[in-house]
């Protein structure tokens, strides 16, 4: 079973940074891929990161690569979203995903099964 849960979110300020967290309910997340959207509101929702479960290979949206960085934790129960040099563009509903992409799918959000219920980031002066 997979229920996941994010935190982290926050409102903060330009220039600021925030570490977001990916929880299977005390679960490891087995053999899932995992990844990050994002949703503005009137926006679709869009892919910023994603780790694939198969070598840990690591995918980022243009928009925050250099700036957004996917980790997991050594024992497989957590995963990391953490942003830097935040704007005010970066001001969305934060989404933690699990699933099973292959490679050309990894930044679809029809590719992942699973989702949380979202952390609001809220960026601004």
């Known amino acids: 079973q997979v229920r996941l849960v994010e935190s982290g979110g926050g409102l903060v300020q330009p220039g600021d940074s925030l570490k977001l967290s990916c929880t299977n309910s005390?679960?490891?997340?087995?053999?899932?891929?995992v990844a990050w959207f994002r949703q503005a509101p009137g926006k679709e929702r869009e892919f910023i990161a994603a780790m694939r479960r198969s070598g840990g290979h690591t995918y980022y949206a243009d928009s925050v690569k250099g700036r957004f960085s996917i980790t997991r934790d050594k024992f497989d129960s957590a995963y990391y979203l953490q942003m830097n040099s935040l704007n005010p563009a970066d001001t969305a509903l934060y989404y933690c995903a699990a699933g099973r992409p292959i490679l050309s799918s990894v930044r679809s959000v029809s590719a992942y099964s699973h989702w949380g219920q979202g952390t609001q980031v809220t960026v601004s002066s």
């Open positions: 005390g679960n490891t997340f087995a053999s899932y891929s």
